[in-house]
Nanobody, 116 residues
Framework: QVQVVESGGGLVQAGGSLRLSCAAS????????MGWYRQVPGKQRELVAV???????AYANSIKGRFTISRDNAKNTVYLQMNSLKPEDTDMYYC??????????WGQGTQVTVSS
């Protein structure tokens, strides 16, 4: 099974930046799409950004222009560079990994808190 571990969350002031990392390990097959999602209590988990194996990206409108997703296929790692953070970005951020054999795995999440 694939293990997915996020890191890089924390407390940051409004307007500041954070860089999240997500590393996938233990897969016997290759990694396909990787992405970041976020969720607050009582709300549905929503897509923040995704990136294909070839580097194609898609972003939620709420963060477009502020966040950048990237990946290192050799390291099976996806990154989310978050700039110009706003208090409404406060959430648990989860990494989702999809394998080439169409299996999906989720990390346990990393907390991002943006102070006002």
């Amino acid at each position: 099974q694939v293990q997915v571990v996020e890191s890089g969350g924390g407390l940051v002031q409004a307007g500041g930046s954070l860089r999240l990392s997500c590393a996938a390990s233990g897969s016997s097959s290759g990694i396909n799409v990787m992405g970041w999602y976020r969720q607050v209590p009582g709300k549905q988990r929503e897509l923040v950004a995704v990136i294909s194996r070839g580097g194609g990206t898609a972003y939620a409108n709420s963060i477009k222009g502020r966040f950048t997703i990237s990946r290192d296929n050799a390291k099976n790692t996806v990154y989310l560079q978050m700039n110009s953070l706003k208090p409404e970005d406060t959430d648990m951020y989860y990494c989702k990994v999809t394998t080439l054999t169409r299996e999906e795995y989720w990390g346990q999440g990393t907390q991002v808190t943006v102070s006002s």
